[in-house]
């Protein structure tokens, strides 16, 4: 069936350390990617999206690019700051007309100053 | 805008009690959605609703949940009899549309301990 896989938490890192979270798919057709991202305290919110092969999401300073031939979505960022401590979540649809959103298992993400 | 609303926000229940958990979506969203989330897991979604009907409900555990939503905006969840395997957060979340450019706004959930 279609899944999701993402790299174990938690993620330490210091303030302005270069980041990424890898996350790899599998899925019937072809998806719809997207990265997740769960605050402390706060619901799920969409961060950034691709939909087609080569496609790169960009938000708030973080980027994935949809990798068709590695079936990968990382999410990088150059530099984090404390306030992007949070739980990021990798998800698919696949565009077959109705959203059914797949996720992943999260990635706990805790930077320190 | 206000977001989607749920409540209650924790319930603490034991095995073979009911519960039921109330969301409301953003004004206008025709689509929502119930997911489970258990500790250490991906949202897993229970079931989708477009309006009043009922668009998915594969993964939902018909023996002993339910879910409604009669006008076609508000929605409740219900568990009856829970387990101790249903402990887990109860998200609702909801989105314009079906399409795949109508984002997907959550709740902040309802934590269930089923004890």
């Known amino acids: 069936g279609d899944s999701v896989t993402q790299m174990e938490g938690p993620v330490t890192l210091s303030e302005e350390a270069f980041l990424t979270i890898n996350c790899t798919y599998t899925?019937?057709?072809?998806?719809?990617l997207f990265w997740y991202v769960q605050y402390p305290g706060e619901g799920l919110q969409l961060l950034l999206k691709?939909?087609?092969?080569?496609d790169k999401g960009s938000n708030k300073g973080f980027e994935a690019t949809y990798r068709k031939e590695t079936t990968s979505f990382h999410l990088e960022k150059g530099s984090v700051q404390v306030s992007d401590s949070a739980v990021y979540f990798c998800?698919?649809?696949?565009?077959?007309?109705?959203?059914?959103?797949?996720f992943g298992t999260g990635t706990r993400l805790l930077v320190s100053p | 805008e206000a977001g989607v609303a749920q409540s209650p926000r924790y319930k603490i229940i034991e095995k073979r009690q009911s519960v039921a958990f109330w969301c409301n979506p953003i004004?206008?969203?025709?689509?929502l959605y119930w997911y489970q989330q258990i500790l250490g897991q991906g949202p897993k979604l229970l079931i989708q609703?477009?309006?009043?009907?009922?668009?998915?409900d594969s993964q939902l555990p018909k023996d002993r949940f339910s879910a409604e939503r009669l006008k076609g905006v508000d929605s409740t969840l219900k568990i009856q009899p829970a387990k101790l395997e249903d402990s887990a957060v109860y998200l609702c979340?909801?989105?314009?549309?079906?399409?795949?450019?109508?984002?997907?706004?959550f709740g902040n959930g309802t934590r269930l301990t089923v004890t």
């Open positions: 609703f477009q309006n009043n009907g009922v668009v998915d």
């Open positions: 691709a939909t087609k092969a080569d």
């Open positions: 004004s206008g969203h025709a689509t």
């Open positions: 998800a698919l649809i696949l565009n077959t007309g109705f959203q059914k959103l797949v």
């Open positions: 979340a909801s989105s314009f549309g079906q399409h795949l450019n109508s984002p997907l706004h």
């Open positions: 899925a019937t057709g072809y998806p719809s």
